[in-house]
């Protein structure tokens, strides 16, 4: 009997080191993965002289999308969105053993014990267009969010995922969501902002905010990740805390629309300014909307006597730089 243990014993660890020496090659053999489509593409985006937007256009797939570097994200949102999605990001290789089992368990049992993707797991189907309710898709998924970790820092793992997340609608990454849904760039949101929208990604359909009537699908998912945060902080509660939601605080950018559709066109399809790079130009955001209150008064002014249209040009003569 005793020999029989040996003999099982000494199998079993020629068969684990087997199995880890085949884990610790695939890792190793792995080749490079880009965190982004290779047609993949930000909006076009237009800046007046100091910086601020002018116009937002939509990418050649009709998506909303503002490139945001991670450390212009607000870190209530990073922090509201590792809590929801994976705690555990800057611990695991990409594949969470512990979630996974508990995730199966779940299915095996018929009790929700939350899902068991990673947010490595959740790029790599963003970025593969995986469908990932087979197990065949699930696993394949578990490679190629390995084969992301082998390459890259999870910086720069968390950065692609938060740009490519769906937000509801149309609206896809932080950078966009935080300027349609909030009104502000993304690292100067609220705590109640992040949260809210930090719930967006997990079911972008039902949650997207509304600009009218209420939304209790996102009201309930923000409150239930609200209370955690609180807690963990040591806030005081808020009766106002679940009724709390997001609604549109503005219309898309589109200012200087023929000035922009003519600085895009100049520029080649693969140019940088579909990487995410702004386009600066010479306008002064607050004089064009100067001009462009002044001319419209004056038309309704004019309307009487046959005027329907002008135009105006504000050039800074010294330097012949447009303004307006």
Same mark, same amino acid.
């Given at each position: @009997?005793?020999?029989?243990?040996?003999?099982t014993?000494?199998?079993?660890l020629? +068969?684990?080191?087997?199995?880890?020496?085949?884990?610790?090659?695939? +890792?190793?053999?792995?080749?490079?993965?880009?965190? =982004?489509?290779?047609?993949?593409?930000? &909006?076009r985006?237009?800046?007046?002289?100091?910086?601020?937007?002018?116009?937002?256009?939509?990418? %050649?797939?009709?998506?909303? !999308?503002?490139?945001?570097?991670?450390?212009?994200? &607000?870190?209530?949102?990073?922090?509201?969105?590792?809590?929801l999605?994976?705690?555990?990001? =800057?611990?695991?290789?990409?594949?969470?053993?512990l979630?996974?089992?508990?995730?199966?368990?779940?299915?095996?049992?018929?009790?929700?014990?939350?899902?068991?993707?990673?947010?490595?797991?959740?790029?790599?189907?963003?970025?593969?267009?995986l #469908?990932?309710?087979?197990? +065949?898709?699930?696993?394949w998924?578990?490679? !190629?969010?390995?084969?992301m970790?082998? #390459?890259?820092?999870?910086?720069?793992?968390?950065?692609?995922y938060?740009?490519?997340?769906? =937000?509801?609608?149309?609206?896809?990454?932080?950078?966009a969501?935080?300027?349609?849904?909030?009104?502000k760039?993304?690292?100067?949101?609220t @705590?109640?902002?992040?949260?809210?929208?930090?719930?967006? %990604?997990?079911?972008?359909t039902?949650? !997207? *905010?509304?600009?009218t009537?209420?939304?209790? &699908?996102?009201?309930?998912a923000?409150?239930?990740?609200?209370?955690?945060?609180?807690?963990?902080?040591?806030?005081?509660s808020?009766?106002?805390?679940?009724?709390?939601?997001? !609604?549109?605080?503005?219309?898309?950018?589109?200012?200087?629309?023929?000035l922009?559709?003519?600085?895009?066109?100049? @520029? *080649?399809?693969?140019?940088?300014?579909?990487?995410?790079?702004?386009?600066?130009c010479?306008?002064?955001?607050?004089?064009q909307?100067?001009?462009?209150?002044?001319?419209?008064?004056?038309?309704?002014?004019?309307?009487?006597?046959?005027?329907?249209n002008?135009?105006?040009l504000?050039? #800074?003569?010294?330097?012949?730089?447009?303004?307006?």
């Amino acid at each position: @009997m005793l020999l029989i243990r040996q003999m099982t014993r000494s199998r079993l660890l020629r +068969w684990s080191g087997g199995a880890l020496l085949c884990v610790a090659l695939i +890792w190793w053999l792995l080749p490079r993965s880009e965190l =982004y489509p290779p047609e993949f593409r930000f &909006s076009r985006t237009l800046e007046d002289r100091h910086g601020k937007l002018l116009h937002l256009a939509l990418t %050649p797939d009709s998506k909303y !999308r503002r490139y945001t570097p991670l450390k212009e994200i &607000s870190p209530d949102l990073i922090k509201a969105t590792l809590t929801l999605e994976d705690r555990h990001f =800057y611990d695991h290789p990409g594949v969470n053993p512990l979630s996974i089992l508990r995730a199966t368990w779940g299915v095996v049992s018929g009790s929700a014990k939350g899902g068991g993707s990673t947010i490595t797991m959740q790029l790599a189907r963003l970025r593969y267009d995986l #469908h990932t309710r087979t197990p +065949w898709g699930k696993a394949w998924q578990m490679v !190629r969010a390995v084969q992301m970790e082998r #390459h890259h820092t999870k910086d720069a793992i968390l950065e692609a995922y938060l740009n490519q997340a769906p =937000y509801g609608g149309n609206v896809e990454g932080v950078g966009a969501a935080s300027l349609l849904w909030c009104g502000k760039a993304a690292l100067d949101l609220t @705590m109640r902002e992040a949260v809210a929208l930090s719930v967006l %990604p997990q079911s972008p359909t039902t949650r !997207r *905010p509304r600009v009218t009537g209420t939304n209790p &699908s996102l009201a309930a998912a923000q409150h239930r990740l609200w209370e955690r945060l609180r807690e963990e902080r040591g806030l005081p509660s808020d009766p106002l805390d679940a009724a709390f939601t997001l !609604r549109p605080l503005q219309p898309v950018p589109r200012e200087a629309p023929h000035l922009a559709r003519r600085l895009f066109a100049e @520029m *080649p399809a693969d140019d940088r300014a579909e990487s995410g790079v702004p386009v600066r130009c010479t306008l002064n955001a607050e004089r064009q909307r100067g001009i462009e209150l002044a001319l419209s008064d004056y038309v309704d002014r004019k309307r009487e006597v046959g005027i329907t249209n002008a135009c105006a040009l504000l050039v #800074h003569a010294p330097t012949r730089e447009v303004l307006a």
